[in-house]
């Protein structure tokens, strides 16, 4: 149904921009106004994730394009990976792996790390994904506060203040959208606020926390630790965080799974055939 042309083949025929009908992407790629200006014919534009903070979504709806996204079906797999995470940090998983790996358990004994029963949690962004985190977080026994914009129908606690929220929670986690409303919401501020024993875990996107900030956070002890699954620039090359030893880092796998991933992509090819059948996507984005 569908003639595939990758971006190395329009690369090397510029013609074929003329036929481009709808582009296929992920979060890992930007679609900029220029690139849908070159395509004359492009009505959708399908990202097989849930953000399209890499889409110039402004300029695609002046030009009447759809863009889609995979939300929900990826939902369970990130809270999955942020609990993991989470879990990871408090009790330095990475480091007690290799400590047995390496024979270095013969010498001495491993650091103590800290509990998760009876932590202040704060969510920034209690949307799908922040929702199916509290759900698996609250067994731990542990508090739960949010921060946005709009108090929701929840037991939890809202904050409309993220440095208020920082300075009420031990753990930190980033499930909001990425984007311009968000850019940098996490900075030294807030990070100075989260305090000493504070942790972090960003599952969102690496623009929500201003990184240098982060990284001066976690080498000066203004917070305890981070767990990353995003960054600002990806995939992460030479960085003071790939030396720290009270961070676990991820490469951005929040949806790899083989299940979540085959499902994003089912839903991203519905939204092509349905579109182009019918006129109508299954999953527009607002
Ligand atoms: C993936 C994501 O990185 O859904 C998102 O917004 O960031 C992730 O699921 C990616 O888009 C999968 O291809």
């Known amino acids: 149904m569908f003639t595939l042309i990758d971006e190395q083949a329009l690369q090397k025929d510029p013609a074929q921009a003329a036929s481009i009908g709808g582009i296929v992407t992920r979060s890992n790629y930007r679609i900029p106004a220029e690139l849908m200006d070159r395509l004359p014919q492009l009505r959708i534009i399908t990202t097989n994730g849930v953000g399209y903070d890499g889409i110039a979504l402004d300029h695609a709806r002046q030009r009447n394009i759809v863009v889609t996204n995979t939300p929900d079906v990826l939902n369970k797999a990130v809270a999955e990976l942020a609990v993991g995470l ?28 800290a509990s998760l029963a009876g932590k202040k949690v704060g969510i920034v962004g209690l949307g799908r994904i922040g929702k199916e985190i509290v759900q698996r977080l609250v067994p731990f026994e542990v508090d739960i506060s949010y921060f946005g914009r709009v108090r929701q129908a929840v037991p939890w606690r809202h904050f409309d203040s993220l440095p208020a929220m920082a300075r009420h929670v031990d753990v930190l986690i980033l499930s909001c959208p990425g984007g311009a409303a968000t850019r940098h919401i996490v900075d030294a501020a807030v990070l100075q606020a989260l305090g000493p024993d504070g942790v972090v875990v960003n599952v969102a996107r690496g623009s929500v926390i201003n990184e240098a900030d982060l990284c001066d956070a976690l080498a000066n002890g203004i917070i305890q630790g981070a767990a990353l699954d995003v960054f600002d620039s990806e ?52």
């Open 86 to 113: 989470l879990l990871a940090l408090l009790r330095n998983l990475p480091a007690a792996d290799s400590f047995v790996r390496t024979g270095a358990w013969v010498g001495s004994p491993f650091p103590l790390g």
């Open 235 to 286: 995939p992460l090359g030479e960085s003071s965080l790939r030396h720290m030893p009270n961070v676990v880092l991820a490469p951005h796998i929040g949806s790899a799974t083989h299940e979540t991933r085959r499902q994003m992509a089912e839903l991203a090819i519905r939204n092509l055939v349905s579109f182009f059948r019918t006129g109508r996507a299954v999953t527009p984005v607002a």
